[in-house]
């Protein structure tokens, strides 16, 4: 199809630290051998293309001295291990057990690896915090149109159970509490257009859960 999958193979611990970065790309003729193991690769289980931040030069914790490198995904000595997230994302654990690439594999320069990886991680930090707020938006927006359909749903079953008492106004004929529940009954019904009417919040929840379009 012409179509291939590409992924980031940085975090090496429990917790993202790129500069961390352990993994040695060991110069050998034109070429590196790579040794060590990301612990988790986002799409890394299928991905076609990996890449990979290896350590040429420095200690772990130093920016200096990382290189960046194409690694194929089914490369001789790769090995991949399934990992189970939350939500249902692929992932996995790839070891790197004396991976031989080129110098063509090498993305941008030796040793200055991170001049390209931070701002690329700051891009996708901007994008992730905005998948997350898409994502509270629309959690809010299901909780406000629950909210109201629930709280409308209650009182009519109210009014209805109460009968003919539940059509009063006001009047000697009905107590306090009986004109308290229809009126509450009434006011129910300006909750789907309070905060965001009520088709406001399904449209959010259209597009920000379901993938929806506007013209769908």
């Known amino acids: 199809t012409g179509e291939a999958v590409a992924t980031l193979a940085i975090d090496e611990g429990a ?47 130093d920016t200096a001295g990382l290189t960046l490198l194409l690694v194929a995904g089914d490369a001789a000595g790769v090995t991949r291990s399934h990992l189970s997230l939350i939500d249902s994302r692929g992932a996995a654990k790839i070891a790197f057990d ?15 690896g991170w001049a390209v990886l931070e701002p690329t991680l700051d891009r996708a930090y901007a994008g992730l915090a905005a998948e997350m707020l898409g994502s509270a938006s629309a959690a809010v927006s299901i ?18 159970a ?12 009905f107590s306090k509490d009986e004109l308290n529940v229809t009126r509450g009954m009434l006011r129910s ?9 009520s088709e406001v919040n399904l449209n959010v929840v259209a597009k920000r859960v379901l993938g929806l379009l506007d013209h769908q």
């Open 15 to 61: 917790h993202h630290a790129p500069a961390r970065t352990a993994l040695s790309a060991t110069k050998s003729g034109a070429g590196y051998v790579l040794n060590g193991t990301k612990t988790l690769v986002l799409d890394g289980e299928a991905a076609d293309l990996l890449i990979v931040a290896a350590r040429t030069s420095g200690q772990p914790g």
């Open 98 to 112: 004396g991976v031989e690439v080129g110098a063509d594999a090498v993305l941008g320069e030796v040793d200055k």
């Open 143 to 160: 909780i406000k149109y629950a909210a109201a359909k629930m709280n409308q749903e209650r009182h009519e079953l109210m009014v209805e």
């Open 162 to 173: 109460m009968g003919l008492q539940g059509l009063g106004w006001e009047g000697e004929g």
């Open 189 to 197: 019904k300006g909750n789907s257009i309070e905060g965001g009417t």
